[in-house]
């Protein structure tokens, strides 16, 4: 069985920090996809990162460039996604996702219904 497991979630002040985690629990003999989403009412999910596990590259969605950092530990089977410079409408609720998408498809542009997800962690950032 496969689970992920956010957490970090909580409010911040606009201007502030704030790391999410999600356990994966994934096996370590297979290449995955990792990426977090994020969704607020009235909008669709988006995502906002990814990084392969292949060769740990990474690509983010423009509207968090520069402010957000995905990694990961496969030793620990760890999911991190470092968040600064918040604005207001960084709030959302954040995922954690995985599927088996090559380095070449693990594009936030090019992400659509992922294998496995957690139940996300409510990120509040306030002005």
């Known amino acids: 069985q496969v689970e992920l497991v956010e957490s970090g979630g909580g409010s911040v002040q606009a201007g502030g920090s704030r790391r999410l985690s999600c356990a994966t629990m994934?096996?370590?003999?297979?290449?995955?996809?990792l990426a977090w989403f994020r969704q607020s009412p009235g909008k669709e999910r988006e995502a906002v990162a990814t990084i392969s596990t292949a060769d740990s590259s990474t690509t983010y969605a423009e509207s968090v460039q520069g402010r957000f950092t995905i990694s990961q530990d496969n030793a620990n089977k760890a999911l991190y996604l470092q968040m600064d410079s918040l604005k207001p409408e960084d709030t959302a609720t954040y995922f954690c996702?995985?599927?088996?998408?090559?380095?070449?498809?693990?594009?936030?542009?090019?992400?659509?219904?992922?294998?496995?997800w957690g139940k996300g962690t409510l990120v509040t950032i306030s002005s």
């Open positions: 996702a995985a599927d088996w998408f090559p380095p070449s498809r693990c594009l936030v542009g090019r992400l659509s219904d992922m294998r496995y």
């Open positions: 994934l096996s370590t003999y297979n290449s995955y996809c």
